[in-house]
T-cell receptor, first 115, second 115 residues
């Protein structure tokens, strides 16, 4: 158990809808990272937050947004969903923004299916 | 920009034989290198990392990896494979001098250990 909690584990929705994925980092970790895993693209970095502020942005679509709250949990919002958004979405956490020698701790993911 | 290549989509090895999962990387500065393992329907678990120092790094479950700067490689190895090692393995890199903090992952290598 990594200590990172993600909900929901599974989500099925229709095209055009909006969903919110939630992540609680390990106790004491200030950084949260979101990754998307799909069969054809592998693991793609979406966005990172540190102590409530956005720190780095990757291949995140404009239809997607995220935030980190004062209690350090994070939410990833996916809107106007398309079939291609079907994927496993992972949250990871680390202790410091740079975490320059530290590894990331991953949750078990939220599997999104868009029909 | 940082990148990782895992040239083999799948590696098959007999139980008890040594295994190698290959990884090459590209960064502008000095690399921080990681190996993660993903079991079916689970999140990524940290195996080992190279930050600096000894080129041979030992990690969890008897795995080790060798950093080779001249060949820009960080191959994962284990002297004697177990059936329970069957999983998806990801190599990841971060440029130690970069302003961004996220890890860039390879596309993964599926390891199958045959009894």
């Amino acid at each position: 158990d990594s200590g990172v909690t993600q909900t929901p584990k599974h989500l099925i929705t229709a095209t055009g809808q909006r969903v919110t994925l939630r992540c609680s980092p390990r106790s004491g970790d200030l950084s949260v990272y979101w990754y998307q895993q799909s069969l054809d693209q592998g693991l793609q970095f979406l966005i990172q937050y540190y102590n409530g502020e956005e720190r780095a942005k990757g291949n995140i679509l404009e239809r997607f947004s995220a935030q980190q709250f004062p209690d350090l949990h994070s939410e990833l919002n996916l809107s106007s969903l398309e079939l291609g958004d079907s994927a496993l979405y992972f949250c990871a956490s680390s202790a410091r923004a740079q975490s320059n020698t530290g590894e990331l701790f991953f949750g078990e993911g939220s599997r999104l299916t868009v029909l | 920009a940082q990148s990782v290549a895992q040239p083999e989509d799948q590696v098959n090895v007999a139980e008890g034989n040594p295994l190698t999962v290959k990884c090459t990387y590209s960064v502008s500065g000095n690399p921080y290198l990681f190996w993660y393992v993903q079991y079916p329907n689970r999140g990524l678990q940290f195996l080992l990392k190279y930050i600096t120092g000894d080129n041979l790094v030992k990690g969890s479950y008897g795995f080790e990896a060798e950093f080779n700067k001249s060949q820009t490689s960080f191959h994962l190895k284990k002297p004697s494979a177990l059936v329970s090692d069957s999983a998806l393995y990801f190599c990841a890199v971060r440029d130690s001098g970069a302003g961004s903090y996220q890890l860039t992952f390879g596309k993964g290598t599926k390891l199958s250990v045959i009894p």
